[in-house]
């Protein structure tokens, strides 16, 4: 029989309103984070705006300066935006100070989210096991990572493509793009945050394993459908219309579902070795 974690048999007898009292601590904590780190955000606006929000249309941006550099080597690929000029409009009397907490509120949450997730762990850790604990050290680390490399994936990547290309897109010659800060920033947000989310898939494979949902067959057997699905959704959120860019942006989602694999397959090995 496994042995709890729990010296104290009193909290094994925690009521509902006891749960709810401690994750009520844990997220006044964590919202605690976010203020912090918004504030700090908020007080430095020319860094938050003019270096990271707007990076993406400045031509010393790194991804913009490879991306002109492949294109002076690559004839048939013209991927330098060197030649675009942003223009931005603002229609709101409050649009620019709400915008300004708004991106704040969204600085703070990813600065955060280490501590938050660490908190969540907190939570959850004396519901577990001494061997489970073991097999998930590391998890706020390994995660806090993942979700900071899918961050900067979505923000050098993903963003710079797109921007690029919807700013670039003329459909009708006579009509000029003027691009609302609001919607710009919506669109940045919005390829940024989902992408760190996305590179936490190792992280629920591996509990998606542990509790007996997914196993690496399930996974290679639907690896072809996988494929096609990232290869599909790649293509709508950054359609650079060539097949380099597709691929030079999917392969790390390919290659973090293979790793899935390796990690549910490490999982079920782990679980045979301590049945057996």
């Known amino acids: 029989m496994k042995e709890s974690i729990l010296e104290d048999s009193s909290e094994n007898e925690m009521s509902f309103i006891d749960h709810l009292e401690a994750l009520r601590w844990h997220v006044l904590r964590s919202v605690g984070a976010v203020v912090?780190?918004?504030?700090?955000?908020?007080?430095?606006?020319?860094?938050?705006?003019?270096?990271i929000l707007f990076g993406p249309t400045r031509n010393d941006f790194p991804t913009n300066k490879l991306f002109c550099w492949i294109s002076e080597?690559?004839?048939?690929?013209?991927?330098?935006?060197?030649?675009?000029?942003?223009?931005?409009?603002?229609?709101?009397?409050?649009?620019?100070?709400?915008?300004?907490?708004?991106?704040?509120?969204?600085?703070?949450?990813?600065?955060?989210?280490?501590?938050?997730?660490?908190?969540?762990?907190?939570?959850?850790?004396?519901?577990?096991?001494?061997n489970e604990i073991q097999v998930t050290r590391g998890v706020v680390f390994f995660s806090s990572l993942f979700f900071t490399i899918g961050c900067c994936f979505g923000y050098f990547i993903i963003a710079p493509f797109s921007?690029?290309?919807?700013?670039?897109?003329?459909?009708?010659?006579?009509?000029?793009?003027?691009?609302?800060?609001?919607?710009?920033?919506?669109?940045?947000?919005?390829?940024?945050?989902?992408?760190?989310?996305?590179?936490?898939?190792?992280?629920?494979?591996?509990?998606?394993?542990?509790?007996?949902?997914?196993?690496?067959?399930?996974?290679?057997?639907?690896?072809r459908f996988a494929y096609v699905i990232i290869l599909v959704v790649i293509a709508i959120i950054t359609p650079q219309g060539d097949m380099i860019s597709l691929m030079l942006i999917s392969s790390p989602v390919i290659i973090l579902y293979e790793l899935s694999i390796l990690v549910s397959k490490r999982v079920y090995s782990k679980f045979a070795e301590d049945f057996d």
């Open 163 to 223: 921007i690029n290309f919807f700013y670039s897109y003329t459909a009708i010659e006579i009509a000029q793009n003027f691009i609302s800060i609001d919607n710009y920033i919506s669109n940045v947000i919005s390829m940024v945050i989902p992408t760190g989310i996305m590179f936490e898939l190792p992280m629920l494979v591996y509990f998606l394993s542990k509790i007996g949902l997914v196993g690496p067959d399930l996974l290679i057997n639907g690896r």
């Open 73 to 130: 080597r690559v004839p048939f690929l013209n991927m330098c935006p060197e030649n675009l000029h942003y223009q931005f409009i603002n229609t709101d009397l409050a649009g620019q100070f709400m915008l300004h907490l708004k991106m704040s509120a969204v600085m703070g949450f990813v600065m955060a989210f280490p501590y938050i997730f660490w908190e969540l762990w907190r939570f959850v850790k004396p519901a577990l096991y001494k």
């Open 36 to 51: 912090i780190f918004m504030i700090v955000a908020f007080l430095n606006k020319k860094i938050i705006f003019d270096y």
